[in-house]
Structures are given as structure tokens and as C-alpha cells.
């Protein structure tokens, strides 16, 4: 999954929540979109509780995949079968194919874009980069549950409120 996200210009995150709620991956606004890898024999999510979309490796395969029949009559949840020499594996292709919309004739052109296989300095230092970014991020976020500062808050004494109902108060003008 790392290596099809790295060829097609995408980031990846290892992300390790048990079972997945939609509190838990609240906490991660940046990510768009989750894959989940766990037991085959797992349930789907209903994806109208979370944030962003949790989708199989499979999805994410047939997405991202040239190589992978867009067009498929069966649904792998196992992922152990979408490894190499299993027997629903199929080759990453390391040319991307991308659309783009030509700016003087408004159609759209299909280019195809060759991944290197060898990172300059230049890549690594940007990626360690992206990833210190997003760790920083967490950081500066507060993770303190409700702080209850017994004795440092002076106690007062209870004040009578409104009398009535909102929509008239006893203590408003007619």
C-alpha cells in the first residue's frame, strides 16, 4: 500500500487506532482518506458516521492501480491475497497516468508520467520534512481532558436566575 501511494504522488501514514470510531480519527482532520487493514472477516464501516471515507486495500488498489481491471465483479477483503504471489496480485505500474486539462483547447489530454525508482537527497530531505510537519502538528495540539483545579477557584454563592420561560422571562419588558 505504501509503494502504490509513493508512485502516484500520494503520502502515507501509519495510523494504529484498534478499532476505529469516529472520535478516534476526528483526531487526524489532515488525512482525506483512511484504509483500513485488518481481519478479512471484519465489518464494513458505514462511512456516513466519519469525517473521510475508510475504504479496503483493494479499493485503494483499483483506484490507484493501473495495472488493477477497473472493472470488477468480486470484492477482496482479505488482504493477505493482494500480495505478491498470491493469487490476486497484481504488478504496480511505476508509470503514472494522469489527465490534464489543456489551458488553450479546454480537452482533456492523458499524460503518462515515469516514477523514478532512485530519490535524490532533495526527496528524502522533503520527505522527513513532511513527516516532522505533520508530527509537529500533533504536538502543538492540547490532548488534557477536563482539569477539575480543585482550590484555586473562588467559591461563590448561589445567585437567583430567570423566572419564566424563554420565550418570556418575568423580569423582561412586554
Not at 57 to 72: G, I, Q
Not at 87 to 90: A, F, G, K, P, V
Not at 106 to 109: E, F, L, P
Given at each position: 500500500m505504501?509503494?502504490?501511494c509513493k508512485v502516484n504522488g500520494k503520502k502515507s501514514y501509519i495510523i494504529s487506532v484498534g478499532k476505529p470510531n469516529v472520535a478516534k480519527l476526528a483526531n487526524f482532520p489532515e488525512i482525506d482518506i483512511y484504509v483500513m487493514i485488518a481481519c478479512p472477516e471484519n465489518d464494513l464501516y458505514s462511512n456516513?458516521?466519519?469525517?473521510?471515507?475508510?475504504?479496503?486495500?483493494?479499493?485503494?488498489?483499483?483506484?490507484?492501480?493501473?495495472?488493477?481491471?477497473?472493472?470488477?465483479?468480486?470484492?477482496?477483503t482479505d488482504y493477505d491475497e493482494l500480495l505478491p504471489g498470491k493469487?490476486?496480485?497484481?504488478e504496480v505500474s511505476h508509470i503514472k497516468e494522469t489527465t490534464d486539462v489543456s489551458l488553450i483547447t479546454?480537452?482533456?489530454?492523458e499524460t503518462k508520467i515515469q516514477s523514478e525508482?532512485?530519490?535524490g537527497m532533495e526527496l528524502v530531505?522533503?520527505?522527513?520534512?513532511?513527516?516532522?510537519?505533520?508530527?509537529?502538528?500533533?504536538?502543538?495540539?492540547?490532548?488534557?481532558?477536563?482539569?477539575?483545579k480543585l482550590g484555586e477557584t473562588e467559591v461563590t454563592k448561589a445567585e437567583e436566575g430567570r423566572k419564566g420561560i424563554p420565550l418570556q422571562y418575568s423580569n423582561e419588558p412586554e
Open positions: 505504501k509503494q502504490l456516513r458516521d466519519f469525517y473521510r471515507p475508510i475504504v479496503y486495500p483493494f479499493e485503494l488498489e483499483v483506484a490507484l492501480n493501473s495495472n488493477r481491471e477497473p472493472y470488477y465483479n468480486y470484492h477482496i493469487r490476486h496480485y497484481c479546454g480537452n482533456i489530454r525508482e532512485h530519490v530531505e522533503k520527505q522527513n520534512w513532511a513527516l516532522e510537519s505533520i508530527g509537529s502538528n500533533l504536538q502543538s495540539r492540547s490532548w488534557t481532558g477536563l482539569e477539575q
